[in-house]
């Protein structure tokens, strides 16, 4: 299993534990990839997960830039022009740090990441 994997597993056992649903995983467009999409009694929530071994060379969530955004929401918009919802889309980020096979040094799940 590859570090991405790895790290996106933990991040939906993370969210299911919160409450949230997961609906999708991996989906994939030509403008990119979202990792999970879940969602709860309000939101579909479109999830970047970013995983790293540690924050040594800066925190795993600043990979997540405006072109990376920009192609996040590209990618959710044809998700939700396919799969219609009445739920507020949001965008998260679910940073992970910690190797396969070792206990998670840390998670942290920023909502509305882009708006910060």
């Known amino acids: ?3 991405g994997a790895w790290g996106e597993a933990v991040a939906a056992a993370y969210l299911r534990k ?3 649903r997961i609906v999708q995983q991996n989906f ?4 990119g990839e979202i990792d999970l999409i879940v969602q709860d009694a309000r939101y579909i929530v479109f999830v970047e997960v970013k995983t790293r071994k540690s924050d040594r060379f800066g925190a795993a969530r600043e990979a997540v830039d405006l072109h990376k955004q920009r192609r996040l929401i590209a990618t959710a918009e044809q998700w939700l022009q396919r799969n219609p919802t009445n739920l507020q ?3 998260d980020v679910v940073e992970i740090y910690g ?3 070792l206990p998670v040094r840390s998670i942290e799940h920023i909502e509305n990441a882009f708006d910060a």
């Open 1 to 3: 299993m590859t570090r």
């Open 18 to 20: 919160k409450g949230y």
């Open 28 to 31: 994939s467009t030509r403008f």
């Open 89 to 91: 889309p949001r965008f």
């Open 99 to 101: 190797e396969e096979d």
